[in-house]
């Protein structure tokens, strides 16, 4: 039979007054005798040390801040005191309603650190619910304890167990416990010496915990005062952004100059995009790769994300009504509320030098058309008349190496205002003049190269029209007047460009030969009609056959129909040669070497390949 389990005690601090229902436990052994002299002076010496440790370990206690360094400390002296097997500490969760295993040393197994109780459930719950301390000298054939706990105790090995509350005031926050691995009566002085331990533990942790909460509130207090701090200082940058912005308006400054002002209030790096994202400032261009994509939604408002660089990236839309005019973009650290209004506002003044560019620009644009067609006029124009007003206006005007140009697009329906404000765009940065008519665009520009400004305005063109236009050029010309006039050649270039299939592209009649007088006004369609009505048979036996008959006659054309020097010229021997013209004339008949037929035989194989050219 297993010994019957020790009752439930009672103590008081100091000495303890226990209550038990036999005699095996809760007072100290006495022989019939009575004490001897030698045994009361080895309970005073004993009584006098543990008083002594006592108050050494109230104060190691109230010298720790820490939480876990107070309840470590608590559980080490506590089976120091006792000269336990095992010690440890559960605190009540107040939430969960149940005492949790908090801390232990001398504990064996992992499983005994996750043990939580219920308000009542084992000897802790008891002793959290009750408030008074509980102990046995037989924990697992207890039957005062549920089996589940039992299990997890006999892994333990525990067989003896003492908990003792620790209370502030009528509060139970949590209990301290010795255990040991084998049966143990714990006396009278032991359960009112754990007592007193978890009574001045209790406090200490409670000022541990008070202390760390008073730590906490100054951290908080330190944040809030450090957060205060920056506002006002963002909010002094934003004053101060926000005066330097509006003296820039003021004064009619660049784009550089609100970008460098935005860099410098924020911190960070700035640069302004169009409404197409492309850079309208030249400042922090060598890291322009880094805004090459703009997010989703960023015409609609403020956003941001970081960067493959690691920078946060803000872009704020620039905006007139509805209208989107571009971007504003930020890189640097992240900004706060504050910031990010500023940085709003800075867009908004961007806007208002935006627009009053688009406006300045238009001015300028409407007076050079006005220019131009003045220069196309009958009469008499006074060049210098003009130069005088274009410098007042602070207009570049060309001075020497004229050069006419003519932009078409291949889309008949095209807007002539959106076509105005590309042609703006394009002639913002270069000295001369323009005239908007009919869908088309003339300049008289400066060039010493006429080929290569048509190739870069047809890709100027195209790039800011989103669609091709073709360009075509005439010149130079040492008089200004003699340019403007001959802008009707360009055209011409321009349209015989799109004829043969060449959108997009820039070239001059030079380049064309004698094709720009042949093909002026003639729809592409037409061209294609004469070449397969001519060639078309030959052209679908290559296509077929996988030949190269329509290059050999390019080929005899070239060479005026010497054979050898053909043959030579397409590295192959005469005799092939003579036998692919067989070939052409059993496909188109024989006579196509001489006369009007061999002149259209010959003009539909350039035409063929000018437009193979153009693909």
């Not at 809760?26 to 440790?53: H, K, Q, V």
């Not at 910031?339 to 961007?350: F, N, Q, S």
């Not at 644009?365 to 007003?389: C, M, P, Q, V, Y």
């Not at 889309?411 to 940065?429: I, L, R, W």
């Amino acid at each position: 039979m297993p010994p019957a389990p020790t009752p439930v005690g009672l103590v008081s601090e100091g000495d303890a007054v226990l209550a038990t229902s036999n005699n095996t436990t809760g007072s100290d052994p006495s022989n019939d005798s009575g004490p001897t002299s030698a045994g009361l002076l080895e309970d005073y010496r004993r009584r006098t040390m543990e008083l002594s440790a006592l108050y050494e370990t109230a104060g190691d206690l109230s010298s720790l801040r820490d939480v876990d360094d107070v309840l470590s400390a608590i559980v080490r002296r506590s089976r120091q005191l006792l000269t336990s097997d095992m010690a440890y500490l559960m605190l009540n969760d107040e939430a969960q309603h149940d005492t949790f295993m908090r801390v232990s040393e001398g504990t064996q197994t992992e499983e005994f650190m996750s043990i939580r109780l219920g308000h009542g459930e084992g000897l802790g719950g008891l002793v959290a619910r009750t408030g008074i301390p509980q102990w046995t000298s037989d924990y697992e054939n207890d039957p005062r304890f549920a089996e589940s706990l039992g299990r997890t105790i006999r892994r333990e090995s525990v067989k003896a167990i003492l908990g003792v509350p620790l209370t502030i005031g009528n509060r139970v926050t949590g209990v301290l416990f010795a255990a040991d691995r084998s049966g143990r009566e714990y006396l009278h002085r032991e359960i009112s010496l754990l007592s007193s331990l978890a009574h001045h533990a209790a406090i200490a942790l409670e000022n541990a915990s008070l202390f760390e909460e008073s730590q906490r509130a100054m951290e908080q207090v330190r944040t809030a005062k450090a957060r205060i701090e920056a506002q006002n200082r963002a909010l002094e940058r934003a004053a101060d952004l926000h005066e330097r912005l509006t003296q820039l308006v003021v004064s009619d400054e660049s784009l550089d100059q609100v970008a460098e002002a935005v860099a410098d209030g924020l911190g960070g790096t700035v640069w302004i995009l169009d409404a197409n994202g492309s850079l309208l400032t030249t400042l922090f261009f060598d890291s322009v790769s880094s805004i090459s994509v703009l997010p989703d939604g960023a015409e609609d408002k403020t956003s941001h994300d970081i960067g493959e660089d690691g920078l946060a990236r803000y872009i704020a839309p620039v905006k007139a009504g509805n209208s989107r005019l571009g971007f504003l973009v930020y890189s640097g650290e992240l900004l706060g509320a504050a910031d990010v209004r500023t940085l709003e506002r800075a867009a908004m003044v961007t806007a208002l030098l935006l627009l009053d560019k688009r406006v300045h620009d238009e001015s300028r644009f409407r007076w050079l058309n006005a220019a131009f067609n003045e220069l196309l006029s009958k009469g008499e124009t006074d060049i210098s008349e003009l130069r005088r007003h274009a410098h007042n206006r602070g207009i570049a005007w060309p001075a020497q190496s004229f050069a006419a140009f003519s932009a078409i697009t291949s889309v008949s329906a095209v807007d002539p205002h959106v076509f105005e404000q590309v042609a703006t765009s394009v002639m913002a940065n270069r000295a001369g003049l323009v005239r908007l008519e009919a869908g088309t665009v003339s300049m008289v520009l400066q060039s010493d190269n006429v080929d290569q400004t048509a190739k870069e305005l047809a890709k100027s063109f195209s790039a800011e029209m989103g669609q091709l236009v073709t360009v075509g050029g005439v010149g130079p010309f040492d008089d200004l007047q003699e340019a403007a006039v001959s802008h009707t050649q360009a055209l011409e270039c321009a349209r015989v460009l799109v004829a043969v299939g060449r959108d997009g592209e820039g070239a001059t009649p030079e380049q064309l030969g004698l094709y720009t007088l042949l093909l002026s006004g003639v729809g592409r369609d037409r061209i294609e009609l004469y070449v397969r009505d001519r060639l078309g048979v030959v052209q679908d036996y290559d296509e077929t056959h996988d030949t190269e008959l329509v290059h050999t006659l390019h080929a005899y054309f070239a060479y005026a129909g010497q054979t050898a020097v053909t043959a030579k010229a397409l590295f192959i021997h005469v005799n092939t040669l003579y036998q692919r013209l067989e070939r052409i004339d059993r496909l188109i008949g024989q006579g196509w070497r001489q006369g009007d037929r061999g002149l259209e035989t010959h003009l539909a194989v350039q035409l063929s390949r000018l437009w193979d050219d153009s693909m």
